[in-house]
């Protein structure tokens, strides 16, 4: 079993964080502009105050996920796997078809 790792008031650019468990992390106050995540296991992650401004999300399950409280303002979805998507409890789905069809 590894030591409780604790990071406060420090700068790290430029770090690689590779094959490390991070369950159970809480990390806030934190700036990550220009972060690069690729294979990550955000599995039932809580994220609140998370500024993602002009992020690219590419191939992304966001299966089950809940947003709440959101700007989606510019927001662009293409490619996208919309079975069972709502916005304000309408089937998105069902909002396409019906534009499509009018």
């Not at 293409?78 to 998507?85: P, V």
């Given at each position: 079993?590894?030591?409780?790792?604790?990071?406060?008031?420090?700068?790290?650019?430029?770090?690689?964080?590779?094959?490390?468990?991070?369950?159970?992390?809480?990390?806030?106050d934190?700036?990550?502009?220009?972060?690069?995540?690729?294979?990550?296991?955000?599995?039932?992650?809580?994220?609140?105050?998370?500024?993602?401004?002009?992020?690219?999300?590419?191939?992304?399950?966001?299966?089950?996920?809940?947003?709440?409280?959101?700007?989606?303002?510019?927001?662009?979805?293409?490619?996208?796997?919309?079975?069972?998507?709502?916005?304000?409890g309408?089937?998105?789905?069902?909002?396409?078809?019906?534009?499509?069809?009018?």
């Amino acid at each position: 079993m590894s030591a409780l790792l604790t990071l406060r008031d420090e700068s790290h650019d430029g770090a690689e964080i590779t094959n490390v468990s991070l369950t159970g992390a809480r990390i806030s106050d934190t700036a990550m502009i220009g972060a690069r995540f690729s294979d990550v296991d955000m599995t039932a992650a809580r994220m609140s105050g998370v500024r993602l401004a002009e992020a690219a999300l590419t191939d992304i399950s966001l299966e089950g996920a809940t947003i709440r409280d959101a700007n989606l303002r510019g927001l662009a979805v293409s490619d996208a796997d919309l079975t069972g998507m709502t916005i304000d409890g309408i089937l998105v789905t069902d909002l396409l078809d019906t534009w499509r069809s009018s």
